[in-house]
């Protein structure tokens, strides 16, 4: 389809779709902009834009200016996807080295989307080696890494079958921080192994909000103050669910 024949309600509707996939992935505000108007660009258009935590609103206008299309659209829940956000950048670039049309364009989101994500005792298995890892980092001994692992890999679990149930983000980050801190605050509470509070120091680590902590902090830097400071409010509302599960064994083992 050559892009002379696009028209501004297609190109539109393409562009939010690849917006909101950004914006539900973890992209920035400043990466996800800067990547719209580049694909606006290649196709021959104009955009203006309009970014939130939870929406975008789009106008896009053609060279001539005698034709646009405006809409709004609502991102879906927020899930780190970096296989998402690169296979995007890397299409955007695309789009003006080698003149991809629309179609083309919707198709390679399409494949993203379409995309495996790991398997869940991959990710599983691998997030509990982090965690053992994290473990030795502090000074903890074999005992207190199985431990770690046992903690951490049941914690991402409970939180996985959280959100599955489609319970609050927030609840489901208190269930795995309350499941994770049990299990190695009971090893430590059992004196199991030589320093058992590694274990239960580096048991929630896997739950720290990093990627919405660092967005918060680069959208502030690039001037889009309002998404960053929703952003840092929502990491550290995470911050307050883990503490909480944390509180909630230490008060419960008290006793």
Not at 48 to 77: G, Y
Not at 178 to 199: K, M
């Amino acid at each position: 389809m050559n892009r002379n024949t696009n028209n501004a309600s297609e190109v539109g509707s393409v562009l939010l779709d690849v917006g909101a996939a950004l914006m539900s992935s973890g992209a920035s505000t400043h990466r996800t902009r800067l990547t719209l108007e580049r694909l606006a660009a290649g196709l021959g258009f104009k955009i203006e834009l309009l970014i939130t935590q939870r929406a975008l609103m789009m106008t896009v206008i053609d060279k001539d200016q005698e034709h646009f299309f405006s809409r709004l659209k609502r991102t879906s829940p927020h899930r780190i996807n970096f296989k998402m956000v690169s296979g995007i950048s890397r299409m955007s670039w695309r789009v003006l080295e080698q003149n991809l049309s629309i179609n083309d364009i919707a198709g390679e989101l399409k494949r993203l989307k379409s995309l495996p994500n790991y398997l869940l005792w991959i990710e599983l298995g691998s997030v509990g080696l982090a965690g053992a890892a994290f473990c030795h980092i502090f000074g903890g001994g074999f005992i207190e890494m199985i431990v770690a692992f046992t903690a951490t890999f049941l914690g991402l679990f409970v939180r996985h079958q959280a959100v599955r149930k489609k319970f609050n983000l927030y609840v489901s980050i208190y269930f795995a921080s309350l499941t994770a801190s049990l299990i190695a605050g009971l090893a430590e509470y059992y004196h199991f192994g030589s320093h058992p509070e590694a274990a239960f120091s580096t048991a929630v680590l896997f739950l720290v909000p990093g990627v919405p902590l660092i967005n918060s902090v680069t959208d502030m830097m690039d001037g889009n103050i309002h998404n960053g400071l929703v952003r840092m409010t929502n990491g550290l509302i995470i911050a307050l669910a883990i503490a909480l599960g944390v509180f909630s064994v230490r008060l419960l083992l008290t006793f």
